[in-house]
DNA sequence: ACGTCAGTCAACACCCTGTCGACTGCAATC
DNA sequence: GATTGCAGTCGACAGGGTGTTGACTGACGT
């Protein structure tokens, strides 16, 4: 185990030891610990105490594997974004096969990856206001999702499917925030929120009518 | 004064003391204090010693006028509430004379309102996670929004103006989401953000493709 | 057999929160 | 003009959390 470092590590570089320290399991435990802690109570409620003792260890020996709570934290969403990244996938390169369906996709895995994680996703939406780290981390996956549906929608006005108007850019930003938003309302209870069942389809109303001006994409 | 209370007080019953007591003052200076540390550093970041020595009096005193630092910070909010409530207005009343006009009001007030009192609106959005009363309280505010558009919403529909298609309060929900984490991306730059000076014409664009399934929504 | 280093933790210093009890002074009451 | 009551004030304490230090252990390479 090389001492604590800032979390993101990916990874781990070892001397003349064994590929495989003890020092390992430790860290997963660790961060077993933490994704556990946090289905059941929330991130500030949770102490390094009590991260450490679920993980079978003193709390002074849990520095040795992460400088802070937060960057527990921090390597957890940084799992999850992974995920994200790999959901979101080519979806998008196969558009003009049939656009409502792809799309219906696109929206479908932004749920279902961060419903899977969502103990972690609440606990990093809370703590991106005051950790620099995660805010970067969090709008870095954000800038990718936002990037690959402008490239979508720029591909699908060349080819004539959508109507010109909005930069790409300005609309991709727009309707990404709104499904984040709307997700977060879904799930943390904090403002007026869709039916968990009806999301998805009032998501895809929106995102349809706001880039093809329609309900109904034309077909390819 | 009476002693601490919830916070979310309005009137302050007094005995038979003289109208205006000297803790009045104190209680606003407790508020001026904190809302002129927020424009500096973050929530967290400020001590109830903070708040209290930039009030002129000793923390124990604090606790005599609120219960906690979330207290100040909702007290805060309760007038920003007010004012966001009053900017919401009879606006939505008058859609029918030109409602592209109207809906950029909303829109646009929407923007002013919370721009006004960022320092306590990016507060409360952080503190939101962990605190309670303040999630009530926000998510109180977004459903009148929610309610305001919602209603206006199907009276644009009930007079042909615009199409049937999602359940109105879905659709409101959605979009008024939308806003608020644009606004939030803008304001506290945790994500991909739009110019802020082409806010407002972005998120009118989205409003007026989904509610009337067109740029321009057909006038009186 | 010996040095090195990953790994471990008791104990400490520190900061912040919230509370308690004693104190002050005004203002109504006698 | 003494007395009483209460708004208002704060020093001092208890408690809980964080982060650090320094000493210890044991496995491994030489």
Chains 1, 2 share one sequence.
Not at 116 to 128: D, F
């Amino acid at each position: 185990m090389t001492p604590a470092r800032t979390a993101t590590g990916t990874s781990t570089p070892r001397g003349r030891r064994a590929a495989r320290s003890a020092g390992d399991d430790r860290e997963l435990a660790i961060l077993a610990s933490a994704e556990r802690l946090l289905r059941q109570r929330a991130f500030a409620d949770i102490s390094i105490d009590d991260l450490a003792r679920g993980a079978g260890i003193s709390r002074p020996t849990f520095y040795f594997y992460f400088p802070s709570k937060d960057a527990v934290l921090l390597t957890l969403l940084d799992r999850v974004t992974e995920e994200a990244d790999a959901a979101a996938g080519d979806v998008l390169d196969r558009l003009a096969e049939d656009p409502r369906a792809r799309w219906r996709e696109l929206i479908d895995r932004f749920h279902e990856t961060f419903g899977a994680h969502r103990a972690v996703v609440l606990a990093c939406a809370q703590v991106r206001g005051t950790n620099a780290e995660v805010r970067q981390l969090w709008a870095a996956v954000l800038e990718r999702w936002v990037h690959a549906i402008e490239t979508a929608i720029g591909a699908e006005r060349r080819r004539g499917a959508a109507p010109d108007g909005l930069p790409a850019r300005d609309l991709a930003i727009a309707l990404n925030s709104m499904n984040e938003r709307v997700w977060y309302a879904t799930f943390a209870g904090d403002g007026p929120a869709v039916a968990e069942r009806d999301v998805v389809d009032v998501l895809l109303d929106v995102w349809l009518a706001a880039i093809y001006r329609s309900s109904t994409p034309p077909p390819a």
